[in-house]
């Protein structure tokens, strides 16, 4: 009588297991499939991916993309050994509508200005997240761009709103819970293991 009890059991230890392993298992083929909305910097066809979900009012992305992608952009973009896809992750009302913003100013068809935009955002983070309407103080703060028209209206534009609630979704399915989330060739890395991480990539490649 113990013996089916046990199988059971064991089955079921089996697919808990299973479970486990692809709830934990840093492998995410799914992040790594390009998205409408990915803002490419670099060479698409280099041989390492970097996948990096970020958001407006992400201290830790803008610390980031300050930090870290001037060396990256130097030691790996530039010689065309990595590109650097970034996504966006909206995770509160600010990111909503300071993304809606961003994708007025700089629509997809132009990559150059969107990367321009993010550029500006995270590098005066602390100004326009400051400000008691984060939108003109973004606006404020890239005016040397060339772009201080803008169209409020825009804002409330259903392109514009599916375009950042679908990247929000997508980020959500993704499992991403904390920003910035970072994938080399699908494996999550921490931004302090970014270097090594790659460095392993490469030799790995050889």
């Known amino acids: 009588m113990r013996r089916p009890r046990t199988l059971i059991a064991l089955a079921l230890l089996g697919v808990v297991a ?3 392993v692809w709830l934990w298992d840093p492998v995410r083929a799914d992040v790594m499939a390009a998205q409408p909305d990915d803002l490419v910097l670099g060479d698409p066809n280099a041989p390492v991916r970097i996948v990096a979900y970020v958001a407006p009012s992400c201290l830790a992305c803008g610390a980031f993309h300050r930090d870290l992608v001037p060396r990256l952009k130097a030691e790996w973009l530039d010689s065309r050994r990595a590109v650097l896809v970034y996504r966006n992750a909206p995770t509160s009302d600010t990111d909503l509508v300071v993304s809606k913003f961003l994708r007025c100013i700089a629509p997809t068809s132009r990559p150059d200005q969107s990367l321009a935009w993010l550029e500006v955002a995270f590098q005066t983070q602390a100004t326009w997240l400051a400000a008691s309407d984060p939108v003109q103080g973004l606006q404020r703060a890239g005016r040397e761009l060339g772009r201080s028209n803008f169209d409020r209206l825009c804002l409330d534009h259903p392109v514009v709103e599916e375009s950042v609630l ?9 499992g991403i819970r904390s920003l910035p989330a970072i994938f080399v060739q699908g494996r999550k890395v921490a931004p302090a293991d970014l270097d090594r991480t790659l460095a392993k990539v490469a030799n790995a490649q050889r």
């Open 166 to 174: 679908r990247a929000r979704d997508a980020a959500a399915d993704a």
């Open 18 to 20: 299973a479970v486990a």
